[in-house]
């Protein structure tokens, strides 16, 4: 089973002062034999349109290795935030869409988060939803009203709550069988958690910064899952869910 980092970034943001290059990308996966990487722009770049062209020629020089999830400001005209989604998933390849409720100051139940899941489901692609940090948008339970209007529509928890929001993120999802977890800054109680509760198809690796890489793999490999379950949780989930030729 191949190892798939559900949750990376490239360029910079002006929101968390970072900026990943896509040389150290590749390095990082590398060194620590990823297989395979879903690259999306951080909430502050500057141009997600820019970036999203840079996951693109990445994913070129690297096919069936970088596959790319879109991230765009929902706060503007339906119209254009659609035209630039369709626009990854139809002309670039994209496997999903990012909402940042922090980065992006946003409400996932609001009129801006409807848009974010009607787009999703009209382009059949999952929606990854920064959870955690940023209350009271991030708060898991915050998304429940979207899970309920579209029950059909793929939805991974970005961080599954960020550790101390890991039991309300758990508790969403045992409600919602459209929910999986994405385990970036999760600690190793809060993970061994999910897979207990929700079963490791629904949990997957992810490192959020390059740096991360090492620390959530050695976490992954720390809690005693059954070989089976770790191939899951660190590629087999996000190779289902994504629908990655990988």
Same mark, same amino acid.
């Given at each position: 089973?191949?190892?798939?980092?559900? /949750?990376?970034?490239?360029?910079?943001?002006?929101?968390? $002062?970072?900026?990943?290059? #896509?040389? $150290?990308?590749? *390095?990082?996966?590398?060194?620590? =034999?990823?297989?395979?990487? +879903?690259?999306?722009?951080?909430?502050?770049?500057?141009? *997600?349109?820019?970036? /999203?062209?840079r996951?693109? @020629?990445? *994913?070129?020089?690297h096919? !069936?290795?970088?596959?790319?999830?879109?991230?765009?400001?929902? /706060?503007?005209?339906? $119209?254009?935030?659609?035209?630039?989604?369709?626009?990854?998933?139809?002309?670039?390849?994209?496997?999903?869409? !990012?909402?940042?409720?922090?980065?992006h100051?946003m409400?996932?139940?609001?009129?801006? &988060?409807?848009?974010?899941f #009607?787009? @999703?489901?009209?382009?059949? %692609?999952?929606?990854?939803? /920064?959870? &955690?940090?940023?209350?009271?948008?991030a708060?898991?339970?915050? +998304?429940?009203?979207?899970? !309920?209007?579209?029950?059909?529509?793929?939805?991974?928890?970005?961080?599954?709550?960020?550790?101390?929001?890991?039991?309300?993120a758990? *508790?969403? @999802?045992?409600?919602?069988?459209?929910?999986?977890? =994405? %385990?970036?800054?999760?600690?190793?109680?809060?993970?061994?958690?999910?897979?207990?509760?929700?079963?490791?198809?629904?949990?997957?690796?992810?490192?959020?910064? %390059?740096?991360?890489?090492?620390?959530?793999?050695?976490?992954?490999?720390?809690?005693?899952?059954?070989a089976?379950? #770790?191939?899951?949780v660190?590629?087999?989930t996000?190779? #289902?869910?994504?629908?990655? $030729?990988?």
């Amino acid at each position: 089973m191949p190892i798939v980092d559900s /949750h990376s970034h490239l360029g910079p943001c002006r929101v968390f $002062d970072l900026d990943h290059l #896509e040389d $150290d990308l590749v *390095a990082q996966m590398n060194q620590y =034999e990823v297989d395979a990487n +879903l690259v999306q722009p951080f909430p502050g770049a500057p141009s *997600a349109a820019a970036v /999203h062209d840079r996951v693109a @020629a990445l *994913a070129t020089q690297h096919p !069936k290795r970088i596959f790319g999830i879109a991230s765009i400001n929902p /706060h503007q005209d339906r $119209d254009a935030y659609f035209a630039e989604l369709s626009r990854c998933v139809t002309d670039l390849g994209f496997v999903g869409v !990012k909402m940042h409720t922090i980065g992006h100051a946003m409400n996932p139940g609001g009129a801006d &988060g409807t848009t974010v899941f #009607e787009s @999703a489901k009209q382009l059949g %692609i999952p929606v990854m939803v /920064h959870t &955690g940090p940023g209350i009271p948008f991030a708060a898991p339970t915050s +998304l429940v009203v979207q899970l !309920k209007r579209f029950p059909e529509v793929p939805v991974v928890m970005a961080h599954g709550g960020y550790s101390i929001f890991a039991g309300e993120a758990i *508790a969403v @999802a045992s409600m919602f069988p459209q929910v999986s977890m =994405e %385990i970036s800054g999760s600690g190793l109680i809060n993970v061994r958690s999910m897979v207990n509760t929700l079963g490791a198809n629904r949990v997957m690796y992810g490192s959020d910064l %390059i740096a991360n890489v090492p620390v959530m793999l050695t976490l992954v490999r720390s809690i005693g899952l059954s070989a089976d379950d #770790e191939a899951m949780v660190l590629g087999g989930t996000a190779k #289902e869910i994504f629908g990655l $030729d990988v």
